[in-house]
Structures are given as structure tokens and as C-alpha cells.
């Protein structure tokens, strides 16, 4: 079983000591507060899964102090403790967001079994249901994983633009998972059961980027053989990802300023109006304040867009995240490669830990993904890149030597991917997070034949 942390808070000493030797018999962290007020102490200094507090303490009750950590934590997950008989206690509760409560006198095996099931603890997965089951434990809000003070702000911002149909501006450095909250956003709206449709605008040639996120009639333009929707109109009723805002070209930045004012759009050859509702999610990396400056972007889009803005925390601020994010990878690439990695060596995840991640979440993921690949059983330094290594940590066996180019590093993962889901070329680029199309391309670049596969 992984490591899970528990903070009990009560007044109470005895109950306090008794529930943490139980919980502490059963392989879990736990630490102990003794009112309300040191209990939000304790949360602003460490990472924890669980809280398990009593209704009724003397300097902050336990009310109170559920209202203030949900506001401050509002990915926690919150046990009640309430006196035999006060059901309503209990109800007012789960109200404020308690996930679920526990009547005194606290049984041991009531307290355990009903932690394991708020934590999702599964301990014997038999078959690949089960193990996409308990991928779910290691979501913190929606689809995100992370319980670090930088990721609280993060969802608390999603929840105050939840209710809304305001745009949203999401900033970040590559790799912090732009599009995954952008994804949470739609999930959590009115429109969670319409179009989500994410475009990158950075990958589409530029001369082509009006045609498709407005679409175009057949003859346009050369190569325009059919009509075609845009992503606008794929969107309808829903919301609409851009990434890489900061790629459009002036021209497009005028029409999609036009779209955004008036919700109509003009396939390209047509000058026939299409009404559209669309929500308008955009991420950028770039600096788009300098590019204003620069002339590259348009002030008046810019302020369209950014009516409100996330932004999100390069892994380098959320070190506390990486352990969840590690496990979560692992148990995704145990079932897509079918595979057993059970788990970490503490030296492996001291390495990860300390390293910076420039590439961030992205970066992390590749890496955890050559790490099962090339893993038996667990995880440990010698399935780890050399750059990953701290001095002192050791290099023995590692899986690439010191040295070698990128590109033969991801021929190799490429080929390693292939293998292990005997020759898919579509699950192999999901497992890789790349589409097909990219996919084939590296296959001839690296000139990868069907018999390495």
C-alpha cells in the first residue's frame, strides 16, 4: 500500500492517541493536532490526503475549522467525527463539504474500513478495471493531481470561474498541464455534457490556422477539396481550448477578436454568417504583455482573453506533488503496457525529487513512462536518466549512458513503447502523448522498421 498522511484534530487526547495507533497499525503517516486553529497550522506546514476531525473542540470547532481548511485546501478530503445521536451535526457537515462521517464511540474497524474507502484503497487490483479504479485516489480536484499549497490556489481560482461563462487566460511554462485544467474547467461547467475541442495553434501552419478555427468552403484555397466545420463550430454549446495563444498572426488575432465580441463566425471563401456559443479557454507560455509592447499581439484581444487568469506552478514550485504525480504514472503505464511496476526505491524518489524539471509535468511523465518500461518490478536509480542524478547518488546500471544525442534517447522510447504494446501504432502514440500523425513522422526520421517493433 502506498503511503498515505492523515491529520487527526480533537481535543480529546485519548480519542486523538487512540485513533492515530489504530491508523498507524494499519501503515499509514499520521499527525495529530489539538483544536481547529493548530490543525490549520498543520496544514499550512505539510502535505496531507485525509483529515479526520471531531464536531465539537473547545478553541475552534470542528465546523469552523472544516469551513477554513475547505476554503484554503478545497481539494481536501474531510472525515466528521460526530457524538452518537447528533445525525444532523453530521448532515450540516457533509454540507460544508465533509466527504463522509463517523459517530463516537469511533469502532477500529468501522475508522479503518471507512478510510480506505474514502482513500480509495483497493488492495488487491486483480484486472485492469480495478487498476483504473485506483488511479482515480490519485486525482486531488476533478482530473488533477497535486496537494501542494501552489496547486490549492490553482483550484481555488477554477472554482470561482466554474459558474461563469468568462474566458479564461491560462498561463504557465510548457509542460504544467495548460490543457488538463483547461479540461477540469469544462468538466466542473454548465457545458460539461457538450464539446470539449482543444486546438494548439502552434502546431498548425500559420497560413492555415483561420481555416481551422473557422473552417473554410470547398476551393478556398489550393488543397480546400471539401467543405469543412472549424473547431468553432465543433465547439458549439461547449468550450474551446487555444494553446499557444501567442502564435496567431495578426491577421487571425483580428478575427478571432471579432468572434469573441459578436459570436459569429465566416468559414473562409464565405461571407455567410454562422452563429456559434462558445466558451473561450486560452494558455500561453509566452509573455504576452511584451509581445503587446513588441507589436506581435493585439492589446485589445489580449484584455478579450484575459478577463480571467490561472496561473499555473512550474513542478520546480510543487516539489511535495511529485511523489503523487510518480505513482499516478506509474499505476496509467502499468495498465497501458500491461505491465507490474509496483513501485519506487526512496533513493529513486529523492533523485526525481531534487531534480529542476524544465520540461515540467510533460518531462516527468516521459520520464516515468522509460523508467517502466525498462523496470521489472520497482523503480530505482538505474532506470532513471543520468541528468536526473544527484552527486553522491550513484550511476550504476543506468538505462542510457552519460552523453548520448536526445533524438537516440527517444528512438529508443519509441522503439521500447512499440514493443511492449506489440506494434500499436495508435495506443503507442497515446502512451508516448503524441498523435499518430507525429508518431509516423518519428518512425521515418529515425527510420524505425516494423521488425524493431
Known sequence: MDTYRILIVDDEENLRSGMMTILEDEGFEVEEAANGREGLEKLEKGIFDLIITDYKMNEMDGLNFLKQAKKDFPSMKVIMVT???TIEHAVEAMKLGAINYLQKPVKPKKLVDLVKNVLQIDEQPVDNDSRKKRLSKYYHFNNLVGQSKAMQQVYRRIKEVV????????????????????QAIHAMSTRKNNPFVAVNTG???????ASELFGHLKGAFTGAIADKKGKFEEANTGTLFLDEIGTMSLEVQISLLRVLETQIIERVGSNKSIAVDVRIIAATNDNLEKMIEDNQFRE?????????TIELPALRERVADIPYLVNYYRESFNIELNKSVSGITPRAMEALKSYQWPGNVRELRNIVLRAVLSAADTVDIKHLPPMIMKPGLGQGGVTFKPGIPLSEVEKTMIIQTLKAVKGNKLRAASILGISRRSLYNKLEEYEISETEM
Not at 468568462?166 to 483547461?182: F, H
Not at 502546431?203 to 490556422?209: G, N, S, Y
Not at 485589445?300 to 484575459?306: F, H, S, T, V
Request: proline fraction near 8%; hydrophobic fraction near 45%; glycine fraction near 12%.
Open 83 to 85: 457524538g452518537f445521536g
Open 163 to 182: 459558474p461563469t461563462d468568462i474566458p479564461v487566460l491560462i498561463i504557465g511554462e510548457s509542460g504544467t498541464g495548460k490543457e488538463m485544467v483547461a
Open 203 to 209: 502546431a498548425i501552419p500559420k497560413e492555415l490556422v
Open 300 to 308: 485589445d484581444l489580449y484584455y478579450r482573453l484575459n478577463v480571467f
